[in-house]
């Protein structure tokens, strides 16, 4: 998402030199990770200290939780990110920056996915999902969770530092190909519960008496959706430099624009169903 990652095709590299002059695609990157920052940082820390405010909410908004946790590691990506184009000669910042592209990767499209899990439960088996209701189901399912985004950060600073450009490459394909089925598996579930009708029942009806079928299945369509538009430009940038060895820095900066914009839509779609989107645009 960096030029950690465009620099696998670039035979000449200087990390080690103290001066560094920064480029147009330098400064555009920049710019993005700064937006991020100054406005994706406070929102999510509003939303952790809303969800943390009740205990009720904890429990029913644990994924959203964990997933403000994420966001404001992405936050802190984006700095680190602009400290190391900044300071190019401190190596611990870059080697901080592979780290938290794992987090980055990994972290945001895991817990989204077990979100959509979640309303796919809720529709389509509610008995299933009354029995793995309670908050300890969901902490286990976090803790797993972020087990697996720690082995992801750690597999992308080892497959970056040692330049295994393609060993990482297949790594995100593999990762978000899997959880880009389990979404669409998840909404096309949704989508044909909330489509059928009982004994005598019109289709129309039935909707209308369903309004939390219709929430989850709005809920799993824009983050599909969301999911797409953040990481479809980085799969086919992925898939370039597997086939062709080209990893051009525009087409890079094209998917972490999507990515950055893209990531605004589930804090703003929480805002407003907490009711909370109003108020803040008031203020």
Known sequence: MNNAIVNFTTP???????????????????????????????????????????????????????????????????????????????????????????????????????????????????VTFLKYKPLRYRVICCTVAWIINLGSCLVCMHNLVLKKSYAHVWFLTVQFTLIISIQLFCLVAVLRALKQSGPGERVKEREEKNPIKRRALYLILITTVTMIILYFPFAITGLSVLFTADSSPTVWFTGLTCFILAGFVQPLLYLQRAGKLSCLCSA
Not at 15 to 22: A, I
Not at 54 to 82: H, K, M, P, Q, Y
């Open 12 to 126: 000449e590299t200087s990390t080690n030199s103290t001066t560094h002059s920064l480029g147009l695609m330098d400064i555009l990157e920049i710019s993005v990770y700064s937006i991020n920052l100054f406005f994706s940082f406070p929102m999510h820390c509003y939303i952790i200290w809303f969800i943390t405010g009740t205990r009720r909410r904890v429990a029913t908004d644990f994924f959203n939780l964990n997933l403000s946790v994420c966001e404001i590691g992405i936050c802190l990506n984006s700095l680190v990110f602009v400290l190391a184009t900044c300071f190019s000669s401190l190596e611990i910042l870059r080697t901080l920056d592979r780290f938290l592209l794992g987090l980055t990767f990994t972290a945001r499209p895991l817990f989204q996915c077990l979100m959509c899990v979640e309303r796919y439960l809720a529709v389509v088996h509610p």
